[in-house]
């Protein structure tokens, strides 16, 4: 498995990192290291198995319908970086 | 030129009517003051709170798929959406992406007599986001957003169709046996002016006959459904135009603007296509026993179909009766109601489709509302059935009862309603009418049998509608062959 260029690029957009080209060379290189230690699992035999997303829990629990307290509106907007009455504010949405 | 025809797929969300949200007890009460039900789970904020899945959630999901038709997952189980967006605090939606609640059901409906069925691709459940408020006229033209969380987190349902729809009215009759369906199950209210149903529309044009699909674009912001009509027809029309002068359909997310009738292109489908999809660590699988989907199953009650074939089959109503009245479950509890108090199906039926729907449509009211009750109702066809009122008279008694809610017999009594049955006072009636228009008398026994109609008429009139007329016409008729 390999990664390419264009796909460092798109994934440093989806999580809005800035990297300059050098950086991404060396990101490039940091992440073919990681597949090439991971590659020994293509021949692993998997094909009767179910993807195990949660190896070690097997149940999850659920909870009843019922209400519990919520935060008080000024600890929700005092961490909001910009309020606007009882609202939290954010920049203009479309492009 | 050639020919033709849309390909519509509708994604319709619903929020159910659960007391607390999907991951956290925070309030799902409409109308709460903003940004008062929330908490550091479905805001996102990190540390401490780990997601605990709300049962009941689950269980209305599970009601829906089943009633849809679909089958059911052995377990359930949720991954992450990624993406930015200022309403959603996490920067991940907590969806079903992999492994849905529901899949492969169907809908059925019908158009212009037909019955059309709709693949359902799948049911699942997931988080509402928060609201926006788009500062000055929408979102187009707005320099700030605001946000209110109380919304964020809250159960969603999403019930993706197959592209199988092919027009507007396809669409609209669609979007209205899926509510209708979602009702009976008392699951969500299915407000789209509320917003506790959304539908987003995707929509391509391909050659007739062609088995390949066009480029399509997701119609949004369709908040009723008479502008899902509008916009997919508005939709269609436009991507028509484009092909036909050559230009292309661009895969993008359009926006449709109800007051000016028309669809604008709002962002490009391609940047956001990647939402690297994968399973929330923090909520592990839950298996669903068998025993607990039947036992949700059991709790399904009589479906608007199901219902429809009773009407026809039972009661012999015709087809538009029956269709109007299995739509809405209260509206076919109500007919229900009646018919234990007044036997006659087609006498109700009619009643409540022409009078009740009548004078509730123009007041702006649904049945939850009626001020007349089933039981009130059923007695004042009783009372003219016996002959107690007439016809006319209890059109005027269901006015009073529809205004006040008061009982048919109370009014009867209080507005002197009583049909009067009394031959000594019909006697006394007619003898005066009969006085006053010799003419009559002249003309009805020269063959103009049209004069007998004009007298039953004189004597109603006397009587302000309440003689007998049935009575009145026997003894007429007596008092004429004497006359001649």
């Excluded at chain 2, 507007?168 to 506790?196: F, H, N, P, T, V």
């Excluded at chain 2, 009548?358 to 509302?369: M, R, V």
């Excluded at chain 2, 049955?421 to 049209?450: C, Q, W």
Aim: hydrophobic content about 35%.
């Amino acid at each position: 498995m390999d990664i390419t260029r264009e796909e460092i690029i798109q994934a440093s957009w989806d999580v809005r990192l800035e990297l300059t080209p050098e950086e991404m060379e060396e990101l490039e290189k940091q992440v073919m290291n990681l597949f090439r230690q991971a590659d020994f699992l293509a021949d692993v035999a998997l094909d009767d198995l179910e993807p195990s997303s949660f190896p070690l829990v097997q149940e999850n629990a659920v909870r009843d319908d019922t209400p519990a307290p919520s935060l008080s509106r000024e600890t929700v907007l005092s961490n909001a970086p910009e309020v606007e009455s009882v609202y939290i504010q954010v920049p203009r949405i479309v492009e | 030129m050639s020919e033709f025809e849309t390909i519509i797929g509708l994604e319709v969300h619903v929020e159910l009517l659960t007391d607390t949200k999907l991951f956290c007890g925070c309030s799902t009460a409409f109308g709460a003051e903003p940004n008062t039900q929330v908490c550091p789970m479905c805001l996102g904020l990190p540390g401490g709170t780990q997601p605990l899945l709300n049962k009941k959630a689950v269980e209305f999901t599970i009601k829906a798929a089943q009633a849809l038709n679909c089958e059911i997952a052995p377990k359930v189980a949720f991954d992450r959406k990624n993406y930015f967006y200022a309403d959603l605090p996490q920067g991940f939606q907590i969806s079903q992406f992999f492994h849905p609640l529901g899949r492969n059901g169907y809908i059925e409906f019908r158009v212009d007599g037909k019955i059309k069925r709709v693949g359902i691709h799948q049911v699942h459940l997931e988080e509402d986001t928060g609201k926006l408020f788009h500062l000055g006229d929408d979102i187009m033209s707005s320099p700030f957003s605001q946000v209110d969380f109380n919304r964020a987190g809250v159960p969603l349902m999403e019930i993706v169709s197959e592209p199988d729809i092919r027009t507007a009215e396809e669409a609209r009759l669609y979007l209205q046996k899926l509510r209708s369906i979602i009702r009976y199950l008392d699951i969500s209210d299915c407000k789209m002016e509320e917003g506790s149903m959304r539908c987003d529309a995707n929509i391509s044009i391909r050659p007739k006959g062609s088995s390949q699909f066009g480029e399509k674009t997701e119609l949004k912001n369709m908040n009723s459904f008479r502008s899902v009509y509008r916009g997919i027809a508005y939709e269609e029309e436009r991507q028509r135009h484009a092909v036909l002068v050559g230009e292309s359909i661009l895969p993008e997310t359009r926006h449709w603007d109800e007051a000016g009738g028309v669809t604008h292109a709002m962002r490009s489908k391609h940047v956001s296509a990647g939402y690297r999809c994968f399973p929330d660590p923090n909520i592990p699988p839950y298996s669903l026993a068998r025993e607990w989907i039947l036992e949700i199953k059991s709790t399904i009650p009589e479906l608007p179909d199901a219902r429809y074939q009773r009407f026809i089959a039972e009661d012999d109503l015709a087809d538009s009766a029956a269709e109007i009245l299995s739509g809405s479950k209260e509206l076919a509890d109500f007919y229900d109601a009646v018919l234990a108090f007044h036997n006659d199906p087609k006498m109700v039926s009619n009643w409540i489709t022409s009078e009740l729907l009548g004078h509730l449509n123009a007041a702006g009211q649904d049945i939850t509302e009626s001020k007349i009750k089933p039981e009130a109702l059923g007695k004042l066809l009783q009372s003219m059935e016996k002959g107690e009122i007439s016809g006319k008279i209890g059109k005027a008694v269901f006015e009073e009862m529809f205004n006040t809610g008061k009982d048919p017999a109370t009014i009867i009594k209080e507005k002197g309603f009583t049909q009067i049955s009394d031959e000594d006072t019909l006697h006394e009636l007619i003898s005066s009418v009969l006085e006053a228009n010799p003419k009559s008398i002249e003309d009805y026994h020269s063959g103009k049998k049209r004069a007998m109609g004009f007298l039953v008429g004189q004597i109603m009139k006397e009587t302000k509608g309440q003689a007998n007329p049935q009575l009145v016409s026997e003894l007429l008729l007596e008092r004429l062959k004497e006359l001649k």
